[in-house]
């Protein structure tokens, strides 16, 4: 079975600053990872995704993330946060071999002017 | 827009009635799935559909709940007897058949995407 663990349902940092959302899963085959990003009353709107190949993923809106297998970890960066980058981030694994998507509880990040 | 929609957005009913929320997925995609995301959670897998075959249902999905995708377009999810524990935002997304299926782009491979969701409150 797999599962995701996002640390720190609420992170705030200064526009600006660093953003750094953090994601850790389990799974029994290699996954594929995703990184969603969800705005009020809204969908889930994909960031960024690994299936194979480089490690690192650059995704929209300047974000980026890098697979780590050894630590089993996905972390979502953004070197300079944006107002607008203010929403709820999701982490989520799909096995290879399985079609629906396990989801992390969400990170809710706030910009602080 | 072509986009995955979802109607209705809100719906709000009397514990005991039955509702039924409707997805229309991105016209080419064959792969359909019905999420439910509560309050301070991340969605939750309910059901997953390729053109109109059910292939997998959760263990969320009570008997209470029925998914049904007739011809392979749009969906329909019913719920039954709703309970107050119903409350919840029920998300569809789709996806096209992947690489080993079709020939979708590959940077859409493997990619759900997703509708606004119906916001299902139970007084």
């Known amino acids: 079975a797999q599962s995701v663990t996002q640390l720190g349902s609420h992170v705030s940092v200064s526009e600006g600053a660093l953003v750094l959302l953090r994601c850790n899963y389990s799974?029994?085959?290699?996954?594929?990872l995703f990184w969603y990003v969800q705005y009020p009353n809204q969908g889930l709107q994909l960031l960024l995704k690994?299936?194979?190949?480089?490690?690192l993923v650059k995704g929209i809106n300047g974000f980026e993330a890098e697979f780590k297998k050894s630590e089993t970890s996905f972390h979502l960066t953004k070197p300079s946060a944006h107002m607008s980058d203010a929403a709820e981030y999701f982490c989520?694994?799909?096995?290879?071999?399985?079609?629906?998507?396990?989801f992390g509880s969400g990170t809710q990040l706030t910009v602080l002017p | 827009d072509t986009g995955v929609s979802q109607d209705p957005r809100h719906k709000i009913t009397k514990r005991g009635q039955n509702v039924t929320f409707r997805c229309d997925p991105i016209s080419e995609h064959n792969r359909l799935y019905w999420y439910r995301q509560t309050l301070g959670q991340g969605p939750e897998f309910l059901t997953y559909f390729q053109n109109e075959a059910q292939l997998e249902k959760s263990r969320l999905l009570s008997d209470r709940f029925s998914a049904e995708r007739p011809k392979g377009s749009f969906s329909t999810l019913e719920i039954q007897r709703t309970e107050q524990g119903d409350s919840a935002m029920y998300l569809c997304a789709s996806s096209s058949p992947g690489a080993s299926g079709g020939s979708p782009s590959l940077s859409s491979y493997n990619e759900q995407f997703f509708g606004p969701g119906t916001r299902l409150t139970v007084l």
């Open positions: 690994y299936t194979t190949g480089a490690t």
């Open positions: 989520a694994v799909r096995p290879g071999s399985a079609r629906q998507l396990t």
């Open positions: 799974s029994s085959v290699p996954p594929y």
